[in-house]
């Protein structure tokens, strides 16, 4: 099936997608309860949207289209407040974190529907290894050739939003030594990495999807895992590298943080995306997942090294002015903490050592994710 | 008759062996849990059918037992969350709607086939338990994950202590009754329920104290537990109180101290898994045919009343207490199983002299029937909730 023709959107309108743990309160451990938290939500207007995902232990919810990052900020607390009060029902915790720290994947058990029954069937284990969980930011488009210049000028910025969001430094009760280490499940499955060069939506419908397609590789966008993505359904570009925050706070921030970014880029001040970009995109990424703040960026073109912290600082300094314009400077301030106090891996790994157990790590995630709503006091500890 | 003592010395060890086998042989070609077989193999070679094994009360046996039954208990009470039962009430009521309930109408039940109300109190107080032996060993067999687990292993906690609660008051009345001795009545119930408490919070807190001063032992931390219910089962049976009682407190307080029992060692692995099979086979192994023929209708009675008062009750609260119809009559079905939890307690009421195994007869026609059939009608209620992920046979 082609790929569709490509919607027209209003510039810089956001969505935000979250998938989020659900982890059960006798014994913190990913607990199948998706079926269960889905009927139980299911008979009260939900504030937003919310569906299964691949495993029984994951859920996802999605918001609205929003302008700024006020009404983005208020629809995910008040889903966040729904989901909690849910939760608290069932005995469910929900909180985020990229990977679940000590969960094994051979006890997942795949949400039975058709598309998650395919991949399964298609993938073996990786499918039950992609119990990760992430956040994907959709930003407007105008037009697609709009697009596919957005999504090659943002190369150069994943591993920000790669560092600023790494919040899974665990996997199987062990310290990976990444501060996300879910993408390292990501970048398994043979569709991933990132779109190929093209900036005219034209060449890409037509030249290089036309020619997938033929070779009977996709079906559908969907079938690729790439780090940003088109969506030409939405009108929209699906930014899909970070970690689900533990704060939905936070997951806001990093949403207007790429709005206020997109916004710089579409000024075309900057020298043009080109191919050879590409040539430090995997190194840097790495880096990013490895060392969060304190990873190595290189420079394609100027072939300078500077940190991650460095680089965030220099950028989050350029886009002040388009923040202030879009009414997000609260989510700049509050990135400019991320990058003084450490992000949410270490938060996590803080949380690991002062607690003694994995189980304490997630006991505090969960706390976390609650923050505003009525505390709950869970086990002391 | 030297050789006779010491054949008998091989009776236990080679009851499990065959049980074993037998369950691992019987369990993949009939799909029925493990412990069901365990215990209709203990109840084959019982001392009242062939002979083979020696009477439960008079052996070591009933020591190893009741740390079998410990340990679960123990693991048990580390699963529970109470903060649960507080946000969400619905769980506790429903849970105390058939405790309630099974009382009265197996009580109404006892006095309509003719037994004195005596008995039939003691008979109520046992029926109202749900064993929490049988329900863990399913749950963690199929892996079950999900509202029927989670409010399943809630209310068999919650039934469990109900059952001991009131089993107890009733044996004081009962002991004053034919005793006549206030002391006999007293020590029978509220003290023992007292002091098992206090000393399953003891060690609650004193245990995961010590074993954070033992250092970082990862695994090895279940070991220190496990000797922890060795110790407190001794002392809870010197003390002439209630090891049951004593281990879920344990396990209760323990969790709040968040000394992590790693999944992997869940059931305590093999040292669990032994004791698990000698366990059942002398649940089945107390039960004698004659008796289980005696009161064999009413047996099957209290059963079908039983399951009423339960599926009712969780069904009445289920759509209230955030599931839907379905799942609430499937955590009724949950809750059959009994027998473990009966059978240790009415064991240990006999070492205490006061032996109701006659008086009580059609409970060990519910015991056997529950014996066997209730694992599997909590295999069927985790399997057609979908919440049964058991591991591929190899």
Known sequence: MPVEAFKYSESLTLGVELELQLVSLSDFDLVDASPDMLELLGRAPFPGNVVPEITESMIEISTDVHTGHAGLLAQLQAIRDALVRAGDRLNVGVCGG???????????????????NEV???????????????????????????????????????????????????????????????????????????????????????????????????NSMKDFYWDIRPKPEFGTIELRVCDTPLTVEHAAALACYLQALCRMLLERSAPPPAESDYLVYNYNRFQACRFGLDGTLVDPKTYVQRSLREDILATLRGVEHHSQALGCSTAIDRLHGVVREGSDASYLRRQHAESGSAEGMVGAAIQRFRQTTQPRADQPR | MDWLTRAA??????????????????SRATRLPRISLYVLVGFLLSHAQVGLLPRPSESAMLFVADVALGLILFEFGYRINLQWLRVNQWVGASGLLASVTTFFAVLWLAAAFGLDPLTGALLAALAMATSPAEVLRVVNEQRGSGQVTERALHLAALNCVLA????????????????????????????????????????????????????????????????????????????????????????????HRRVALDPAQRNFGALGDLLTVLLFVFVGATLAWSRVAQGLWLALALVGVRLLTQVGATLLFARVGGISWRKGVLTGVALSPMSALVIVLLVHARSRGIDLMDQLAPLAGATLILGVAGPLLTQLALRWAREAHPSPEP
Not at chain 1, 169 to 194: E, I
Not at chain 2, 9 to 26: F, R
């Open chain 1, 98 to 116: 990229g990977t679940h720290p000590f969960q094994q994947w051979s006890e997942r058990r795949i949400f039975s529907k058709p598309r998650f």
């Open chain 1, 120 to 218: 399964s069937a298609l993938y073996g284990y990786l499918a039950k290894q992609f119990t990760i969980f992430g956040q994907h930011v959709h930003v407007g488009c105008t037009s697609g050739d709009e697009a596919m210049f957005l999504l090659h000028s943002l190369n150069r910025y994943v591993p920000q939003f790669i560092a600023l969001s790494a919040s899974s430094p665990f996997v199987q009760r062990s310290d990976t030594l990444f501060n996300s280490a879910r993408l390292n499940s990501v970048f398994a499955f043979p569709l991933s990495g990132r779109a190929p060069f093209v900036l005219s939506w034209d060449e890409f419908a037509n030249g290089y999807f036309a020619h997938m397609e033929r070779t009977g590789i996709v």
């Open chain 2, 9 to 26: 010395d091989l009776a236990w060890p080679m009851a499990i062996a065959a049980a074993w086998v037998l369950g691992e042989l019987a």
């Open chain 2, 164 to 255: 001991v609660f009131v089993f107890n008051v009733v044996i004081g009345l009962w002991s004053f009754q034919t005793f006549g001795s206030v002391s006999q009545a007293v020590s029978s119930s509220l003290l023992v329920l007292a002091v098992s408490t206090a000393l399953g919070v003891v060690f609650g807190f004193s245990v995961p104290a010590l074993l954070r001063r033992l250092g970082p032992l990862g695994p090895r931390a279940t070991i220190g537990l496990a000797i922890a219910v060795l110790l407190i089962v001794a002392l809870a049976q010197a003390l002439q109180a209630s090891p049951v009682l004593a281990a879920l407190t344990f396990g209760l307080t323990a969790r």
